[in-house]
T-cell receptor
Framework: NAGVMQNPRHLVRRRGQEARLRCSPMKGHSHVYWYRQLPEEGLKFMVYLQKENIIDESGMPKERFSAEFPKEGPSILRIQQVVRGDSAAYFC?????????????FGPGTRLLVL | DQQVKQNSPSLSVQEGRISILNCDYTNSMFDYFLWYKKYPAEGPTFLISISSIKDKNEDGRFTVFLNKSAKHLSLHIVPSQPGDSAVYFCAASAQAYSGAGSYQLTFGKGTKLSVIP
């Protein structure tokens, strides 16, 4: 059973470009969470999605950031017009429905560098 | 506002000795606490958890202690092994509350543990 997969693992963008980060949850998992880790910080919750639904986006910046989890395919975290402050590691986690919080399994992360 | 604090950025311990990692929290709504281990270029991996109704939980070489009155928890690793060298994150959630509290994890900044052979 493959774990949570994220790609790309590393992404370099210039200011003003768009970044698309993908997350494929573990088999059988229908819930996806995105966390962001800024340099020298802990992981911070961004958004919680179920298939075709955003359940909680309270941790998402109000502008430029969006997330989706379509019926088919991976979850996408999209950052438009990136700025240097968006440089961070972005982790996706997945869990089965109605599960305990420790069953959020994390992917290896995407390291975004904005030049 | 940091609700989960790990005040030691790093810790070095000799192989075979005890490693003690500390964590403090400020939000009284937190009632479930977790420790994660993270290797470079990997995601965090769940290690051990404790509910606020307990003061101790043990799993092999890992024991977590919770002092609710002090809002403090600690992770003990005995004996420490070189493979334990990693960054350890303390995290908290509010399980007794429906909605966001039950699934949102609030993390500390992490403590980098180095176990010296």
């Amino acid at each position: 059973n493959a774990g949570v997969m994220q790609n790309p693992r590393h992404l370099v963008r210039r200011r003003g470009q768009e970044a698309r980060l993908r997350c494929s949850p573990m088999k059988g998992h229908s819930h996806v969470y995105w966390y962001r880790q800024l340099p020298e910080e802990g992981l911070k919750f961004m958004v919680y999605l179920q298939k075709e639904n955003i359940i909680d986006e309270s941790g998402m910046p109000k502008e430029r950031f969006s997330a989706e989890f379509p019926k088919e395919g991976p979850s996408i975290l999209r950052i438009q017009q990136v700025v240097r402050g968006d440089s961070a590691a972005y982790f996706c986690a997945s869990s089965p429905p109605n599960s305990r919080v420790e069953t959020q399994y994390f992917g290896p992360g995407t390291r975004l560098l904005v030049l | 506002d940091q609700q989960v604090k790990q005040n030691s950025p790093s810790l070095s311990v000799q192989e075979g000795r005890i490693s003690i990692l500390n964590c403090d929290y400020t939000n009284s709504m937190f009632d479930y606490f977790l420790w994660y281990k993270k290797y470079p270029a990997e995601g965090p991996t769940f290690l051990i958890s404790i509910s606020s109704i307990k003061d101790k939980n043990e799993d092999g070489r890992f024991t977590v202690f919770l002092n609710k009155s002090a809002k403090h928890l600690s992770l003990h690793i005995v004996p420490s092994q070189p493979g334990d060298s990693a960054v350890y994150f303390c995290a908290a959630s509010a399980q007794a509350y429906s909605g966001a509290g039950s699934y949102q994890l609030t993390f500390g900044k992490g403590t980098k543990l180095s176990v010296i052979p």
